[in-house]
């Protein structure tokens, strides 16, 4: 059964980070291009941890975790810059 | 003298068992040797960052702040099933509202706690906390009562947080 | 593997994907910035929840032990995600973005 569901959950995730590529691409403001970047972190861990699965190898955690970390870190020096126009004060 | 020691020793026990906890986790292994080498991190890590923490947040009921945070769990789930239902149905019919919100709380900890559950919860994002510390701006997806949202925000999760955080009885 | 759990490491699985994608339509399709942080903030997070779960179950299930350090992902999302949905809000506050016009209340000046 997991032969079937996992390709077509791939396609699903796929399809969510078209739509949020779509809105880095056209967000009109700076916050919206930093949101769709977050979002689009977010969806990769989730791809990754899915893309685990599907090879059965759970060195992909370690990937997943310091994405995670990484792209938190990105997020808020990104908006501090927006916020302060410095990151480091 | 005994609390001396320990205060002295191992300045806060809940970080220390935390940190050993997330080892545990991270090794994904539960031999002696994690338990030993966790138990260390847990006990010097708190030692050396001593002097960064300006005050050490004090809980007064540990095990009522868990059964929030498996309340908070469950309303987290519900918060995405009624969002979800709500960004794919008709965008025309949402009424997003900005609401402040008074908030009693005075520990750094328990603001932050209560901002961040107001945002991973129904439909309301904590957009802003003004600078006398005593208003939580938020912003709503889909509002039908200002009133309702302030009463649910305050009965629902600054009240236990005031239980947890506060000495008072009440 | 047990098919009992197989179908719900499938289930958890699919959920954890449709999740994902209303975060994603949300980002693509809601009228204005505020609203538009509301997608990413929840419902991306509970994707990437059930794609946990998922793996938790999967990995727990193939002989090698129970397998929890997945667990360590969904902690930190939660943590950071309200942190970087304020800090967004925030940014975008001052920024005075425009608002839908059909936003009750007003914020207050930076």
Known sequence: MLAYVIPLCLAIMTLALILTLLRLIKGPDLPDRILALDTL?????????LFGIWLGSELYFEAALLIAVMGFVGTVAVAKYLLRGDIIE | MM????????????????????????????????????GLLGWVI???????????????????????????????????????????????????????????LEDDLALTMLASIVSLTPGTVSADLSDDRKTLLVHGLDVADEEALIREIKQRYEAPLKEVFTCSPT | MNPWIEGLVAISLLLGSLFALIGALGLYKLPDF???????????????????????????????GLSLHELLITLFLFITAPVSAHMLAKAALQQKLRLSDKT???PWEQ
């Not at chain 2, 940190?19 to 030993?36: T, Y």
Request: charged content about 15%.
């Open chain 2, 3 to 38: 609390t001396l020691f320990a205060n002295r020793w191992l300045p806060q026990p809940l970080l220390s068992l935390c940190l050993l906890f997330i080892w545990l986790l991270l090794m994904n292994d539960l031999g002696f040797g994690h338990w030993l080498l966790g």
């Open chain 2, 46 to 104: 708190p030692l050396l960052t001593q002097l960064f923490w300006e005050r050490t947040p004090r809980l007064y009921k540990p095990l009522k702040l868990c059964l929030f945070f498996l309340r908070i769990l469950g309303d987290i789930v519900f918060a995405n099933l009624q969002v979800a239902k709500l960004i794919v149905g008709s965008s025309s019919k949402l009424r997003p509202a900005f609401v402040e919100v008074p908030v009693e």
């Open chain 3, 34 to 64: 505020y609203m538009r942080l509301h997608g990413p903030t929840k419902a991306t997070t509970l994707g990437v929840g059930g794609m946990v779960v998922a793996s938790m179950l999967y990995f727990s299930n193939q002989g090698n």
């Open chain 1, 41 to 49: 972190y977010i969806n990769a861990i989730a791809l990754i941890v």
């Open chain 3, 104 to 106: 009750r209340g007003r």
